[in-house]
């Protein structure tokens, strides 16, 4: 069993394109090196790709189960930034949370 399992949307729906075009393969595999490197064993964790979860207009998405902790990713220094914080430290980074409210 994992302790966390985080999901990035791909930007990939079934019947219609995505507006958000941020590079969330690349992302997807740079939390895995980030991860690797922190020295957190990848047996505690998992880090899939997902596709649409509805949360479009908040920019690229990731839910972290099973805290159900969303976050709206951009760039790989998002992504340090949940490693660093929420993952070692057990600490939700604030700013980039995503509203509740937020759906498409």
Not at 42 to 58: E, H, N, P, T, W
Not at 86 to 98: D, F, N
Request: proline share 4%.
């Amino acid at each position: 069993m994992y302790r966390l399992h985080f999901f990035l949307c791909t930007n990939q729906k079934s019947e219609r394109s995505c507006g958000n075009r941020a590079p969330t393969d690349s992302l997807v595999h740079y939390m895995r090196k980030q991860v690797k490197a922190s020295g957190i064993p990848l047996d505690d964790l998992v880090i899939s790709k997902a596709g649409c979860m509805g949360r479009c207009a908040a920019g690229p998405s990731m839910v972290v189960y099973p805290e159900q902790v969303w976050y709206a990713v951009n760039t790989e220094a998002d992504i340090d930034e949940i490693v660093a914080s929420h993952l070692l430290k057990g600490e939700k980074v604030e700013h980039l949370l995503m509203k509740e409210e937020v759906k498409d």
